[in-house]
């Protein structure tokens, strides 16, 4: 499940859980989007969306937290071009990579 960690966002994120459980379907964990947006000028960080949220909930309902992912305007650039920002040397990239790892590390992949 991915979420934004704002309250508003983690409504749907709980009815997405809730239709999953009544389905039987497995979640894998739940992902932070939007966590957080380092400025290209200055390299401040800012957490725009607030954060913490999708962790929160993940401990509530008890199910694996697999990362945060900022917002990067190179996330959206590499997705329109159809090159994986993944396997670019972005900064952006490491979180895709952490997310995958905890993954695999949990034998979910």
Same mark, same amino acid.
């Given at each position: 499940?991915?979420?934004?960690?704002?309250? #508003?966002? $983690?409504?749907?994120?709980?009815?997405?859980?809730? !239709?999953?459980e009544?389905?039987?379907?497995?979640?894998?964990? !739940?992902? /932070?989007?939007? %966590?957080?947006?380092?400025?290209?000028?200055? =390299?401040?960080e @800012?957490?725009?969306?607030?954060?913490? =949220?999708?962790?929160? /909930? @993940?401990?509530?309902? +008890?199910?694996?937290?697999?990362?945060?992912?900022?917002?990067?305007?190179n #996330?959206?650039?590499?997705?329109? %071009? =159809?090159?994986?920002? @993944?396997?670019? /040397?972005? %900064?952006?990239?490491?979180a895709?990579?952490? $997310?995958? /790892?905890?993954?695999?590390?949990? +034998?979910?992949?």
């Amino acid at each position: 499940i991915i979420s934004t960690p704002q309250d #508003i966002a $983690l409504l749907d994120a709980r009815k997405a859980l809730n !239709m999953f459980e009544k389905t039987k379907t497995p979640v894998l964990g !739940m992902v /932070e989007n939007m %966590s957080s947006y380092i400025c290209p000028a200055c =390299g401040n960080e @800012a957490k725009l969306f607030g954060s913490g =949220g999708v962790k929160k /909930e @993940a401990a509530r309902q +008890n199910i694996p937290f697999l990362g945060q992912i900022p917002l990067d305007l190179n #996330i959206r650039l590499s997705s329109d %071009s =159809g090159k994986p920002l @993944a396997l670019s /040397e972005d %900064s952006a990239a490491s979180a895709y990579m952490s $997310l995958a /790892e905890k993954l695999i590390l949990g +034998n979910m992949a």
